[in-house]
């Protein structure tokens, strides 16, 4: 054997070791929900830097947070949430809190808890409505604002859930239905109800009819572009589909009516 300075030569040749592998994570133990209720907060705040600390607290608590810089119009309309978080604590005045309280009013279409920052010197000058409002003097401690939030979000109803709505003249509604023309979608409340594209169709023209019967013969005329009819029980069957995704029950209609003999319509 030749000598090597500083080397150790080992052969392995005809012979195999066992391969020391590393046992894989356990994937086993469920994913354990840390926040089983969660509520909705928006925070309006021109310097977020400021309430750092309160977005903190509050999400470390199970709250969602959202932040924005100013409140837009269509807040209210667009998005779902139980308290609404307004920071006036830097540049507020009495009448900067006079128009934004007004507005917020207006635009409410459910009575929607408001907490106002405020700074020392604007309290100081508070009278009359404002001192009726919810107002908390910031800077303060997280969880002095965590505890005032958590008590008016529990003395109020829980928000109606809306979701994100289409813009005007892109949707429909008939009862607790949306319709978004643009995303031929279907939502009750928050929820999309998924339909075929024939659903879809067969939906929108009774919706469109307002009320008006339409014939089995029309529909097949305008959706399946057939004038077809001897026999054909194809509307029926898409009919008895669309009725069983919305939950409808054809014996006491909340959506569609049968019109014997002829076809169907809105339910009233």
Sequence with gaps: MQKQTGQVKINLSGRRLPLRVKPALADSTPLVDNCPVT????????????????VKALTDSCFDVL????????????????????????????????????????EAEHATPC????????????????????LLVWPARPQEA????????????????????PQEGQRIAFKDLWLDRERMSVHRNNDRIHLTKTEYDLLLKLIDAKGAVISREEMLSDIWETDFTGGSNVVDVHIKSLRKKLGDNAASPQYIVTVRGVGYRLAD
Excluded: C
């Design 115 to 134: 907490l106002y920052l405020v700074g020392e010197k604007m309290i100081g000058s508070a009278s009359g409505p404002m001192l009726q409002e919810e």
């Design 39 to 54: 509520r909705r907060v928006i925070l309006i705040s021109p310097m977020p830097g400021q309430v750092h600390e309160l």
């Design 146 to 165: 965590l505890y005032r939030v958590q008590r008016m979000i529990g003395n109020s109803p829980a928000a109606p859930k809306r979701g994100f709505l």
């Design 67 to 106: 932040v924005f810089h100013r409140w837009e119009p269509d807040l209210h309309e667009r998005l779902v949430f139980d308290l609404l978080i307004y920071d006036l604590s830097v540049a507020g005045t009495i009448d900067a809190f006079a128009g934004i309280s007004s507005r917020l009013n207006r």
